[in-house]
Nanobody
Framework: QVQLVESGGGLVQPRGSLRLSCAAS????????MGWFRQAPGKEREFVAG????????YYTDSVKGRFTISRDNTRDTVYLQLTSLKPEDTAVYYC?????????????????WGQGTQVTVSS
């Protein structure tokens, strides 16, 4: 049974930090591109960050560059998203997802497996 389980969300003040984790099981994690997406209330889901299968290359949407860092540990079948310098506009449900592609993609329809999401709220 395939599972992606996110954790680490919560309420944080502006300029604060959080570390999201996504534990994978039921598929060959190292053979999947991993991504983080988010969806804010009333908005469409958007790509946030992605990482290649080896973990050598990362990709970010412009609004989070320099503030968020994606990483993965293929020995633990886990992908992480470090969020720093958080802003109220980062408030959203954050989802991790797995794509069975050889190369990076930011297109959500190419991601096969999805987690249930973890809420991140940035507010004073």
């Amino acid at each position: 049974q395939v599972q992606l389980v996110e954790s680490g969300g919560g309420l944080v003040q502006p300029r604060g930090s959080l570390r999201l984790s996504c534990a994978a099981s039921g598929f060959r994690f190292s053979m999947y591109v991993m991504g983080w997406f988010r969806q804010a209330p009333g908005k469409e889901r958007e790509f946030v960050a992605g990482i290649t299968r080896s973990g050598e290359t990362n990709y970010y949407t412009d609004s989070v560059k320099g503030r968020f860092t994606i990483s993965r540990d293929n020995t633990r079948d886990t992908v992480y998203l470090q969020l720093t310098s958080l802003k109220p506009e980062d408030t959203a449900v954050y989802y991790c997802a797995a794509a069975p592609t050889a190369y990076f993609t930011a297109r959500s329809n190419e991601y096969k497996y999805w987690g249930q999401g973890t809420q991140v709220t940035v507010s004073s």
